[in-house]
């Protein structure tokens, strides 16, 4: 009787650091929202996201961040394109070209972990090494290279999971009919687009979220690239140097940055979400 109490009592305590835990991240989680909504909607206006700002990056009261919307979508898109034709590839290899326990699959696997743990200031400091020795100045072509190469790990991870879930009956029946390894591909990639799907969110939101490796490498500027060569702004760093300013308008303008990007990241980890529970449904 005595043990059984003791178990009880060992219970009742886990179960209440379970729950406190639980509040404590809740309770953060809804503090930064809150905190970003509050002060983000009292700046917002049509002409923050409508326009370039003004008078300097640092200093201009007016104006909005429009310039750190376009570099953030050029960024993210191209990244995101070449991700994906680099990464499909590699899952595939890795799951249908490659036998069932191959060491070369699994030393990869482990050194796509490994990258996949890397902090982005290192694929920054990465970045910028290269971009020193071929002579590059900071651009958008530099942030696109860098996000490519943060996401890919993640990419590549993800797709993996899914992939190594697929029934291998599947692909031994379509063997078996005569189908050739291509074809088979298109088997594949029909039944795990939504892993894809998935995969292609979690990324877009690691990279739009992303400041420590574009800081290095895309630089900053208050106008529109026009070409890859020219520096890009982001909404991180829109929100990391304006929320440095001394002037209230330029850290408002920060605030209401962090919103938009808050919001396209909520939504994207919602939508990722929502594709997993579908897939999951429909694997059962």
Do not use: C
């Amino acid at each position: 009787m005595k043990i059984s109490n003791s178990k009880k009592i060992h219970e009742n305590i886990a179960i209440i650091f379970m729950w406190g835990a639980m509040l404590i991240v809740f309770g953060l989680v809804i503090s930064v929202i809150w905190t970003v909504f509050s002060k983000g909607m009292k700046a917002m206006s049509w002409e923050m996201v409508s326009s370039l700002p003004g008078g300097g990056f640092y200093i201009g009261k007016e104006g909005g961040f429009l310039n750190a919307i376009v570099g953030s979508l050029y960024i993210v898109g191209a990244s995101t394109l070449l991700g994906l034709l680099i990464s499909i590839p590699v899952v595939f290899f890795l799951n249908i070209y490659l036998k069932k326990g191959s060491k070369l699959a699994y030393a990869a696997r482990m050194a796509f972990d490994v990258l996949f743990g890397v902090p982005s200031i290192v694929y920054g400091a990465f970045g910028f090494t290269i971009m020193i020795f071929f002579g590059l100045r900071t651009s958008l072509l530099g942030g696109i290279i860098v996000i490519t190469l943060l996401i890919i790990p993640i990419f590549i991870r993800t797709m993996d999971e899914v992939t190594r879930n697929f029934p291998r009956d599947i692909l031994d029946a379509s063997f078996s009919l005569g189908a050739t390894r291509w074809e088979t591909l298109k088997v594949v990639l029909r039944q795990i687009a939504p892993g894809i799907a998935t995969a292609t969110l979690l990324s877009i939101g690691r990279a739009i979220g992303d400041a420590a490796s574009v800081m290095f490498t895309a630089g900053y500027t208050d106008s529109i690239p026009t070409s890859l060569s020219q520096p890009a702004a982001t909404l991180p760093l829109a929100v990391f140097f304006q929320l440095q300013s001394p002037i209230p308008e330029v850290v408002d303008r920060a605030y209401a940055a962090a919103l938009v990007l808050t919001v396209i990241v909520l939504i994207l980890s919602i939508s990722g979400r929502f594709i997993t529970n579908k897939f999951s449904k429909n694997k059962i």
